[in-house]
């Protein structure tokens, strides 16, 4: 079971430095340092040796860290030295491309069904998948031992249907819904809105001249 005392701050980051690894050990580069992947990571050396500090100690002082070491056990912190089923629920666009995304599987994630509530997509192909009637949720969550959930629906029913999946046994949702849900504290949340990075973004921009 994970540590409630790693600040979720530090979590968020260890994806980061697994990915930096990834890339290391493509270009056959086997020994790093915290200052080497600060620099790839636009981080402090600092920083990163105290965020790998909560969970032990990775490598030696003078002689760095071991890549492929390093890697597998960031891998196995992250739990994706599995395999990781899940669902998707909402088969518009956006739903099309996150079903197509090659990237999840890659790393040991993959959808293996796909919901909607439009009687004119239910039973259409979706890549290899079929598109299955929302009615269907809980209980295919419920069947699978399913645990994470993807969410591509309109605002208005992303909380209906967030809550649903939690009925069914989701415990991770990826939110691609541009509203905040409301859900039980054991449920973890991570939201992708592309129009708040968008304006986060747009704060910064310098308009002289314009």
Do not use: C
Not at 39 to 55: C, H, P, T, V, W
Not at 182 to 188: A, D, G, K, Q
């Amino acid at each position: 079971m994970a540590s409630t005392d790693v600040p979720e701050i530090v979590v968020r980051r260890l994806p980061l430095y697994l990915r930096a690894l990834t890339r290391l050990i493509e270009a056959n580069h086997l020994i790093t340092s915290s200052q080497e992947l600060g620099e790839m990571l636009g981080m402090s050396s600092a920083q990163i040796r105290k965020d790998l500090s909560y969970f032990g100690e990775f490598g030696k002082q003078g002689m760095g860290y071991e890549v492929p070491y390093l890697r597998d056990q960031l891998r196995r912190i992250l739990q994706v030295d599995r395999h990781w089923d899940m669902v998707l629920v909402g088969a518009g666009d956006l739903g099309h491309a996150i079903a197509n995304y090659a990237g999840f599987k890659r790393w040991g994630y993959r959808v293996v069904a796909v919901f909607d509530n439009d009687p004119a997509k239910i039973g259409k192909p979706m890549g290899e998948l079929t598109i299955r009637n929302v009615a269907e949720l809980e209980e295919t969550i419920q069947a699978g031992h399913v645990r994470i959930g993807i969410l591509a629906v309109p605002a208005p029913h992303a909380q209906a249907v967030a809550e649903r999946m939690v009925r069914g046994g989701i415990r991770a949702i990826l939110n691609y819904a541009p509203i905040n849900l409301n859900l039980p504290p054991e449920v973890r949340v991570h939201s992708i809105d592309p129009v708040v990075g968008l304006q986060s973004m747009s704060y910064y921009l310098d308009l002289v001249g314009e």
